[in-house]
């Protein structure tokens, strides 16, 4: 109950075009799912996060879309571009009974090619 | 305003031997996290200190430990090392800990080999 379930692993797309990763989750006491973006010998960043209240976040080409009753959630690149090559990894996390932790999916390599 | 610092970078260690990784947090922030990433599992959660206290811990031996000096700064320690360890140790640093409430911001990493 406690996973994230990210897919695909790997995902190719041309300069332009979008690029979708999808995640789903089990625990309905979750309450934040941000998303991060890691390139090569660096950490994670944060990219984007959204709160179940709502069902849509748009940051600049970056939108995260949020089904609350399917208990999933997705990442969209709009205008995918090389720069965005990079791993993305979703989470979650409760801000209830002070778990203070999150839980990642297992990542997506995404590819852009030029 | 320095990031969060990681160190060593890089370290090579034999089977059976053990290891110390450091992590300095942003100035001001006292909760530090570590995870474990390796490339099928993706980022796994090993635990949280906060004021020189652990107070969230994943599911991992009890070959894993770590420890939070008074200055915030964070140690973490894997025992009796064996071929599966191998992994990069993410390092995250944030305010107060207070998952979704705040910005978690991680280190590069520090990548074990064990042979």
């Known amino acids: 109950q406690q996973q994230v379930k990210q897919s695909p692993q790997s995902l190719i797309v041309q300069k332009g075009g979008i690029s979708i990763i999808n995640c789903a989750y089990e625990?309905?006491?979750?309450?934040?799912f941000p998303w991060y973006q890691q390139f090569p010998g660096k950490g994670p960043a944060l990219l984007i996060a959204i709160r179940p209240d709502v069902s849509e976040k748009k940051e600049g080409r970056f939108t995260i879309s949020f089904n609350k009753s399917a208990k999933q959630f997705s990442l969209h690149i709009m205008d995918s571009q090389p720069g965005d090559s990079a791993t993305y990894f979703c989470?979650?996390?409760?801000?209830?009974?002070?778990?203070?932790?999150?839980?990642f999916g297992t990542g997506t390599r995404l590819k852009v090619l030029a | 305003k320095a990031g969060v610092t990681q160190t060593p970078r890089y370290l090579i260690k034999t089977r059976g031997q053990q290891v110390t990784l450091s992590c300095s947090p942003i100035s001001g922030h006292r909760s530090v996290s570590w995870y474990q990433q390796t490339p099928g599992q993706g980022l796994q959660f090993l635990f949280e200190?906060?004021?020189?206290?652990?107070?969230n811990k994943g599911n991992f031996p009890g070959r894993f430990s770590g420890r939070q000096f008074s200055n915030s700064r964070s140690e973490m320690n894997v025992s009796t090392l064996e071929l599966g360890d191998s992994a990069l140790y993410l390092c995250?640093?944030?305010?107060?800990?207070?998952?979704?409430?705040?910005?978690?911001?991680f280190g590069p990493g520090t990548r074990l080999l064990v042979l």
């Open positions: 625990n309905t006491a979750f309450d934040y």
């Open positions: 989470a979650a996390s409760s801000g209830t009974s002070g778990t203070y932790k999150y839980i």
């Open positions: 995250a640093s944030s305010l107060s800990g207070r998952a979704g409430k705040e910005t978690q911001y």
């Open positions: 200190y906060f004021s020189e206290t652990q107070r």
